[in-house]
């Protein structure tokens, strides 16, 4: 066990999350560009993708060029001069986009795959989340949101080539002709500002696409990992019907936000196009006139044409920060997801430690490896200790009591200070690993994850543990698969029945290293001759204390001793051939 602190030593304040700033849509941001010296991708990026553009728009000047100082006076050397210059363009075009393209892309990457860790660090945390979120939920927004706040870094430095391109674009005009270079410049900013002004309610419909999507995936997934019960209960056509409406709200959701998607851009490209149709309609009109040349008329027309396509890119900026922005403001939702398990302030740590301290000094006796006391409202739990060698029966007639009393034990939800006790030390005042690392407490719907039956039973790279094995009873069935206990479950294990992945479920939790084990329900999908092997079994573990939360007679019958709780009841304690004979209520709960 571990040593006692005495009552003047001060307890270590449990980790809780990192005090720091909250995760706001800013902040994220600059997460994704900035953190683990990606900004030096970043820069990179945009340099070359800026060079590329700068080239690109290099290209219409230097034919124009061309063809008023070597065409138009039939100069071949100096023709041969142009094509050299214009091949030195396109060498640094070609390599430039490769270089800057490279950049960006890795910023991209490495971007995303940070989010993603946060959000696995955020739903992980040992703390747990207040709020529950369905599987479907989190793998959304650690996938598509986090992709596409980490396309940041390609809205940014192709936002700046094409600004890069368009500024080239404009110099080139106004060395051709001050009014043409003018125009554009000043109607750059005009046009970007209009076309802000339309993304609002494109930001607002992307952020209801996403998170219509993210309920349809939610219930997809839940449906699918739940489809035996849905089949033994009937309710197929109930949860189809309901993911039916779920998949036709997502789908609404993503017609309206492409609908206004389309009608953005197609403004935008409307206003550009008219533009520099007008553009290179005084282009032409100066051509005539003889104010411009041929060549700048190549030239002119050779710019305008370019020049569309950065000025649409940059038109889509706030289209695309305002998508950005709105999967942002759902990954910092869920990272500043108020924790399950709060942690104690300095003050009632103190307090609770030095409690504990007294009580063990005042009776002198070693501390139980677990004790529950009976000291808050609104919690019904019968009061009662675990040490090692015990097999500790709990009854509570109410499901939803015994669900709350593991997920308590299991520190997945908030137990008030001096409730629980490990090895003579308040829970409440723990670091969650720890408390974990003498306690595990499973829920009764324990899943089974694709892999081996061996990676699905045992614990990292540990060999099996036949005592473990032959208590879950799972050896008459394993040795029918195809590879034994190296057959490869998929599906969560759909293609074994319920009462088989109960038993892998209990067979993983034997093989847990943790001091104590906490046993929900273990055998209710399984027959009575299997339960008694069970029962059997679970008398092997002299070196666990072992708590089952169950309501089943042939569990109870090898306790130690049960304890029944529950709301309005009083707790009884007793072996449970003493409860049979002495209470009714116990008789009627778990029957003879």
Not at 17 to 31: G, H, T
Not at 186 to 211: C, F, G, Y
Not at 548 to 555: G, Y
Request: include cysteine; charged fraction near 15%; glycine fraction near 8%.
């Amino acid at each position: 066990m571990v040593t006692m602190p005495s009552s003047s030593t001060t307890p270590p304040c449990p980790p809780g999350r990192n005090k720091q700033a909250p995760w706001k849509v800013s902040r994220l941001f600059r997460f994704t560009l900035f953190a683990n010296g990606r900004w030096k991708l970043l820069v990179a990026g945009c340099a070359g993708l800026s060079l590329h553009q700068v080239s690109e728009a290099l290209v219409p000047a230097t034919i124009g060029a061309a063809v008023d100082n070597a065409i138009q006076p039939n100069d071949a050397g100096a023709l041969l001069g142009w094509i050299g210059a214009l091949a030195v363009v396109f060498v640094v075009l070609a390599l430039s986009w490769r270089f800057g393209t490279l950049a960006t892309e890795r910023s991209f990457n490495y971007g995303s795959h940070d989010l993603r860790q946060l959000v696995v660090e955020r739903t992980l945390h040992p703390r747990g989340m207040a709020t529950r979120r369905a599987p479907g939920e989190i793998v959304a927004i650690a996938s598509s949101d986090a992709d596409r706040v980490a396309g940041l870094s390609w809205l940014i430095s192709g936002g700046l080539a094409a600004a890069a391109g368009v500024i080239t674009s404009a110099v080139t005009l106004l060395l051709i002709s001050v009014p043409l270079g003018l125009a554009v410049l000043l109607a750059t900013p005009i046009m970007l500002l209009v076309m802000h002004r339309l993304t609002k309610p494109l930001e607002n419909r992307s952020d209801v696409e996403q998170s219509t999507a993210a309920r349809a995936g939610a219930l997809a997934t839940d449906f699918i990992t739940g489809s035996r019960p849905l089949n033994g209960l009937g309710a197929e056509d109930a949860a189809i019907s309901r993911y039916r409406s779920a998949s036709r709200a997502s789908l609404t959701s993503a017609l309206k936000a492409i609908r206004a998607k389309s009608a953005y851009t197609g403004a935008s490209t409307a206003l550009s196009a008219a533009f520099l149709a007008g553009i290179a309609f005084f282009a032409a009109w100066f051509a005539v006139q003889g104010t411009i040349t041929v060549g700048q008329l190549v030239a002119v027309v050779g710019v305008a044409q370019f020049v569309q396509g950065p000025m649409n890119w940059l038109g889509f900026l706030s289209v695309e920060l305002a998508r950005k922005r709105a999967s942002a403001a759902r990954i910092a939702v869920l990272l500043e997801e108020p924790d399950a398990v709060a942690a104690l302030e300095a003050a009632e740590l103190s307090t609770a430690a030095v409690g504990s301290a007294a009580n063990l000094t005042a009776t002198g006796e070693a501390a139980p490896l677990l004790e529950l006391r009976a000291v808050a409202a609104g919690f019904d739990f019968p009061p009662f200790t675990a040490s090692i060698g015990e097999i500790v029966g709990v009854v509570l007639p109410d499901g939803t009591e015994a669900r709350q009393l593991v997920d308590t034990l299991g520190f997945r939800t908030s137990a008030p200070p001096g409730m629980i006790s490990i090895d003579g030390q308040d829970a409440a005042g723990l670091d969650p690993l720890h408390v974990r690392s003498r306690v595990f407490a499973d829920s009764h719907d324990g899943v089974l994850f694709r892999g081996s039956v061996r990676d699905n039973v045992a614990v990292a790279d540990a060999p099996l543990d036949e005592r473990a094995m032959a208590a879950a009873a799972v050896g008459d069935f394993v040795s029918q698969l195809p590879e034994g206990t190296e057959t490869v479950l998929t599906g969560h294990g759909q293609s074994l029945s319920g009462g088989q992945r109960q038993r892998l479920v209990l067979g993983r939790s034997l093989h847990q290293q943790q001091a104590v084990l906490v046993l929900h329900d273990p055998t209710t999908a399984v027959d009575t001759a299997t339960e008694a092997v069970i029962a059997d079994g679970l008398r092997n573990f002299p070196d666990k204390a072992l708590v089952l939360v169950t309501t089943s007679p042939t569990l109870l019958s090898i306790c130690h001793r049960v304890v029944v709780g529950g709301a309005d009841r009083p707790p009884e304690t007793g072996t449970h051939r003493e409860l049979l004979t002495t209470s009714a209520g116990y008789r009627e709960v778990v029957g003879s």
